[in-house]
């Protein structure tokens, strides 16, 4: 036995399970995801929601799995058969890959094994992070593709564009948290953001600023607080990427009845559909891996190692309600309004952000600060720039003309 | 070739029905089937689009997809037997078209409403207003993505809905207003179920409003969108909301006042962009002066007769039956032969929630309609959406019929 171990080495098996376990872990996360986006949309428009099967309706979506699964095979005729059955899987996998780099906790200690909770530490996570999510374009756009069909068609080539425009901006957005952490490994950006603020100088002899900025003591050293316009740039990229509300272009329900997946019935819509929420968790996952600390937490004594786990989970679940919330109150963007907002508005200030933050990176201890200030300036700006578009500046309200009433 | 020539084209090489799409693949243009059965099209509505990329290059609406042939079943009906036939036309307005039809015959027939029958008709006509702008808010929301928004006005309508139950009978194609008056008197407690309603709406209104009238996405997909000019509304015949959003100042209500609406106060809200928003503020401002006007019938809403009690017309009270032998045969002769009305013709319109809904009927001196013919205003407006959407996104296209708010009911009738 221990001839085998050592044979294919303990790190194999180690790194075998932790897939087999991630890969349970995401299927039962989408399971609960869609559970719960369900659970909230109904809230905010009034509505139940599932609650037929199983408590507060939580086995419904397994309940939809099920029929899906046993659904007919159905292709049409004038589809390609191989790029039609592949592309739902292109959907799927790389979204379910993404989560190699994403470290949900610390390292756990098994005796003299040390397992870290992260699929696998790469030196290159982010790159690894995004080129799955290029991947995931093939997918979307194959199935567009091979169906045969118009509407599928017309929605590829909008997730195409898309897809790419947006690519391009997410990965961008990433280049300042290289910066700021001096790595691309998630793991130690993670660790980057461990502890505190800390103590700030940079407004000594101020006697109010003084006062507020011996507070930063107690607040986390998240890159939320400095990198924020990478942040809303990376968020905004990351709906685009997942295809979720208000950028549901590629499959617009009211415009293009279903868009690439139009065609697609039965297990391999099924796929389609658990590819983008494993899409949506990993989006939210890795905004918190990268912003907001990760699995950074306070850690009580008890159950030690589960506490960074819980942070983990919370704040990825703040993320996916995000998510569910944007779908609940946004209308749906016009193709070419969502390609002058990735190619005019968010690449430019992605660029601009990378010079700000490199240039100021040199600074010595209250870069945090500066970041901030300059965060804010800077959002203040994008913020002007996007509602400064002239199509929106004439606000009309209509004339009346009175009746004449005796009233 | 556009795609208006081919299909004339094809129609005449294989007849009249035959209608086939015809695409050359040297145009390096899409042909696409948007319906008859698509999420947005508000029912049946096919539109064969010719597409070069996402831009539409032209729109050619097919309609007859829910002909029902009501106009030709009312010819079966007695005069009061079509209200039950009219009333399908347009679902979302079913009191705009019981009472276009109504005053038509009682045109014809000389006949005068009392006062709390024109009252009630208000009432209803101006809650129908209401609850059909409600169905626009929510299905145009959904169609722009703001899925929330269906799920808003849908809960909303079903106060009203509940309102016609209560007083009709039924929530839909209620068969309410009849010529000579109303069907029934409004039930005990109408004032408390109607109050709440009003009180409610202001504030349901302003949170829609706050939903959508500044969200930067809506204002970028409604704002030059779908712009109708005021000769094209004039042109084209568009008439309601689309037309005043044109800035065409024509409602009927006050320009050509019919029931009661000489009597009330109440705005015309005109805007004169044309284009989507336009029509989305127009219509929320509707709203508002339609809760306003509910409010003002209910404070007038005056006692008596809700309906002409003219024994030849109206089949007289089962009270009267008892002790009447007259009575007794006017009813006879109502239920076994219905009343005859004079011959000659009568044009009624009234402002629906879609434009000027009106009834032309003709009368050769018998029991039934020798002809009854609806001017609907979805089929009138609908033939403007060509030229709106031609040059525009695919996008565009949903919006802008989103904002005609075409009722297939109606347009095929």
Known sequence: MSAILDFIGVGFIVALVKALVVFAALLLTTILVVWFERKVIADMQSRVGPSRWGPFGLLQTLA???????KEDFRPQGADKWAYALAPVLAMVPAILGFAVVPVGGVL?????????VGSDLNVGILYFLAMGSLNVYGIVLAGWASGSKYPLLGGIRSTAQLISYETSLGLSLVPIALVAGSLSTVQIVQAQAGTVGNV???????ILEQVSSLFKFIPNWFIWSQWPAFAIFFISGIAETNRAPFDLPEAESELVAGYHTEYSGIRFALFFLGEYVHVVLISAMAVT???????????PFLSWLWPLIWFTLKTIAFVYLFVWLRATMPRLRYDRLMWLGWKRLIPAALLWIMVTAVVNTAGIDRGVRLAVFGALFLLVLGFVIRGDPRQKTAVSPQRRVSSGTA | MSIAESVIRTIEDKGAGAFVESYDPAEQNMIINMGPVHPSTHGVLRLVLELSGETVLDCRPVIGYLHTGIEKECEDQTWRGAVTAVTRMDYLAPFHNEQAYSLAVEKLLGLEVPPRGKYIRTLMSELGRLSSHLVWFGTSGLDMGAMSAMFYGFRERELFLDFYEMVTGLRMNHGFNIPGGVWQDLPEGWEEVCDSIVSIMPGRIDDYESLLTENPIWLERTKGVGIMSTEDAVR???????GRAAGLDWD??????YEVYG??????????????YARYQVRMAEMRESVKLVRQVMEKMPEGDYKNMDPKIMPPPRSEMNRSMEAVIHHFKLVTQGYTVPAGDAYAAVESPRGELGAYIVSDGGTAPYRCHVRDPSFINLQSLASMAKGGLVADLIAVIASVDPVMGGVDR
């Open chain 1, 64 to 70: 939809d799995g099920i029929k899906l699964f046993f």
């Open chain 1, 109 to 117: 200690g098994f005796g003299d094994t040390k397992v870290g909770l």
């Open chain 1, 201 to 207: 100088t940079f407004f000594d002899g101020i006697p």
């Open chain 1, 290 to 300: 990268l912003f907001f600390g990760g699995w950074d937490g306070p850690i009580f």
């Open chain 2, 236 to 242: 084209f015949g568009a008439t309601g909301p689309i």
């Open chain 2, 252 to 257: 009927l209500r006050r320009d050509m006042p």
């Open chain 2, 263 to 276: 009597e009330l106060s109440f705005d015309v809200p005109v805007a004169s962009e044309g284009d989507v």
